[in-house]
T-cell receptor, first 116, second 113 residues
């Protein structure tokens, strides 16, 4: 069982370039989310999705787009990379928390992005 | 929305107990979680507690929940150097109708000989 798979693991971009961070899960989870992790800031939610075709903004959405055309995939797009987007990005998936199911989040291994 | 707070650092001697504290703001949280992040890795669930419990024990780990004060703690008995990591508290408050967890900033646990 692969769980949550993120690619690439490392990426260097020039300012102004665009790219897509891939995230896929094979657990049939309804919820998927993207976080960025910066020193002293913990995990900040960028965008999330509660099901295919539904996305919403988190705490720090500016400069990022997402889409959820399938249950399995939740790509994160950087439209025009800026040095402030240098960070470690984590994708996570979880159940929807209905019927008192626990909502444990399963995380990918992270993508280390540097924008120069 | 939900706000989860925890201190940034904790330093303990090997063999002592560690206690990591967390506060949250949304009393409607159903589950509260502790995640562990080792260097260069993603977060992994360590343990969790359902909101109608006040204590949960799992080997060296003890989770205490005070719902009245919205305070959660993680106690690690006989702390080992392998316990050095960042520990994140998380709450699944259903604000906005979804259960996307809200994370604290993480507590870096440093275990020294």
């Amino acid at each position: 069982n692969a769980g949550v798979t993120q690619t690439p693991k490392f990426q260097v971009l020039k300012t102004g370039q665009s790219m897509t961070l891939q995230c896929a899960q094979d657990m049939n989870h309804e919820y998927m989310s993207w976080y960025r992790q910066d020193p002293g800031m913990g995990l900040r939610l960028i965008h999330y999705s509660v099901g295919a075709g539904i996305t919403d903004q988190g705490e720090v959405p500016n400069g990022y787009n997402v889409s959820r055309s399938t249950t399995e995939d939740f790509p994160l797009r950087l439209l025009s990379a800026a040095p402030s987007q240098t960070s470690v990005y984590f994708c996570a998936s979880s159940y929807n928390g209905q019927d008192n199911e626990d909502t444990e989040a399963f995380f990918g291994q992270g993508t280390r992005l540097t924008v120069v | 929305g939900e706000d989860v707070e925890q201190s940034l650092f904790l330093s303990v001697r090997e063999g002592d107990s560690s206690v990591i504290n967390c506060t949250y703001t949304d009393s409607s949280s159903t589950y509260l979680y502790w995640y562990k992040q080792e260097p260069g890795a993603g977060l992994q669930l360590l343990t969790y507690i359902f909101s109608n419990m006040d204590m949960k024990q799992d080997q060296r780990l003890t989770v205490l929940l005070n719902k009245k004060d919205k305070h959660l703690s993680l106690r690690i008995a006989d702390t080992q150097t392998g316990d050095s990591a960042i520990y994140f508290c998380a709450s699944d408050s259903p604000s906005g109708g979804s259960y996307i967890p809200t994370f604290g900033r993480g507590t870096s646990l440093i275990v020294h000989p």
